[in-house]
């Protein structure tokens, strides 16, 4: 059973850099063929794909946030963290870090954490 579990600080300043971090057990980041995924819902809205990093340690961001975003892993540790600048209250959300399996291996968003809430506010 694969577990996804987000860590990382719950108040962060506007301005501020916020980092988040993904502990992955069960299974390895590196396994071929999946993307290990940042979503965030913001209250009340829907959910944004905001950027992953695959099996092979490449990145892709969506276009929005791209200037802001940054994701990388550490493979010794099983984790990926994902790092957000320049914040404002808009990016006020609960962040899920999800695995995200390619089509030959079944396809389909398998393994979610629970989410954390990160508040952004002076």
């Known amino acids: 059973q694969v577990q996804l579990q987000e860590s990382g600080p719950g108040l962060v300043k506007p301005s501020q850099t916020f980092s988040l971090t993904c502990t992955v057990s069960?299974?390895?980041?590196?396994?071929?063929?999946?993307?290990w995924i940042w979503i965030r819902q913001p209250p009340g809205k829907g959910l944004e794909w905001m950027g992953r990093?695959?099996?092979?340690?490449?990145?892709f961001y969506t276009p929005s946030l791209k200037s802001r975003t940054s994701i990388s892993r550490d493979t010794s540790k099983n984790q990926f963290t994902l790092q957000l600048s320049s914040v404002t209250p808009e990016d006020t959300a609960v962040y899920y870090c999800?695995?995200?399996?390619?089509?030959?291996?079944?396809?389909?968003?398998?393994?979610w954490g629970k989410g954390t809430l990160v508040t952004v506010s002076s």
């Open positions: 069960g299974g390895s980041i590196t396994t071929n063929y999946y993307d």
């Open positions: 999800v695995r995200r399996a390619w089509v030959r291996v079944g396809g389909g968003m398998d393994y």
């Open positions: 990093v695959d099996y092979g340690g490449l990145t």
